[in-house]
């Protein structure tokens, strides 16, 4: 059984900052490309941003300059440092995880439930 779980959401003031955090726990073998999503209300879900296995990281231009996605391989886990924080980065921020159960076999896609990021004074 594999889980993927998000963390880190809250209330902060515009302009702030937020370090979210998404775990890949269960019986993993290796974890490839991991990806942050963020859903506003009425809105469809977007990429915000992309890593791979060896760290290298793709933005939406959106966030480009502000966000920081970075990843831990020994503890599967991926952040996403979050700065300069505007209202319209409210969402619930999920992650999605490219994994394997057993070498050389199938690639799996998992995703975590989310966390609500609020940005307001």
């Known amino acids: 059984q594999v889980q993927v779980v998000e963390s880190g959401g809250g209330l902060v003031q515009p302009g702030g900052s937020l370090r979210l955090s998404c775990a890949a726990s269960?019986?993993?073998?290796?974890?490839?490309?991991m990806g942050w999503y963020r859903q506003a209300p009425g809105k469809q879900r977007e990429l915000v941003g992309t890593?791979?296995?060896?760290?290298?990281?793709y933005y939406a231009d959106a966030v480009k300059g502000r966000f920081t996605i970075s990843r831990d391989n020994a503890q599967n886990t991926m952040y996403l440092q979050m700065q300069g924080l505007k209202p319209e980065d409210t969402a619930v921020y999920s992650c999605?995880?490219?994994?394997?159960?057993?070498?050389?076999?199938?690639?799996?896609?998992?995703w975590g439930p989310g966390t609500q990021v609020t940005v307001s004074s």
């Open positions: 890593i791979t296995s060896s760290a290298s990281t």
């Open positions: 269960g019986t993993i073998v290796s974890v490839w490309n």
């Open positions: 999605n995880a490219d994994v394997q159960l057993r070498f050389n076999g199938p690639h799996y896609n998992y």
